[in-house]
């Protein structure tokens, strides 16, 4: 069996892309807003390529990323979009990410980089990065060192 995690999915984008590529026999959407799940829950139900018949089995899960629900080892790929500069304990969450996957799995992330904000703030907004609620990183090499 063949699984991907959509780890942070809000309305279920990602979600349903994977599940309609015929790539993986399961997709598992998660996210710790219950909002943002009952938001993909909709969008899936009214998704017509996304019926009850189709061959992936699609389940979406509440859960923090920094303490997973899942058995060790279980995952073949993670994807996780535009998330990680929100993640609390970031270590905690690399940390099960690789608990998770299961030995040569892959983790796909974007994110976003203090040096792209730092330009958005010298075009008008006085705004300081550092004062946000998010977590920037300060190059790819920071984010490279980290896993």
Request: aromatic share 8%; charged share 25%; proline share 3%.
């Amino acid at each position: 069996t063949k699984t991907v995690v959509d780890m942070s999915c809000a309305t279920g984008l990602f979600t349903r892309r994977l599940a309609k590529s015929g790539q993986y026999d399961r997709v598992i959407g998660c996210d710790y807003s219950d909002s943002m799940l009952k938001e993909a829950r909709r969008r899936i139900q009214a998704d017509p390529e996304l019926s009850s018949s189709s061959a992936t089995s699609l389940d979406l899960v509440r859960c923090d990323v920094g303490d997973i629900p899942m058995v060790s080892e279980s995952v073949d790929a993670l994807h996780a979009g535009a998330a990680m500069h929100c993640w609390p304990d970031l270590d905690a969450a690399l940390g099960e990410i690789h608990r998770v996957l299961k030995p040569g799995g892959k983790f796909f992330a974007s994110t976003f980089l203090a040096e792209y904000f730092r330009n958005v703030a010298a075009l008008g907004d006085s705004s300081d990065i550092n004062q946000m609620a998010f977590q920037y990183f300060e190059s790819t090499d920071v984010l490279r060192d980290m896993v």
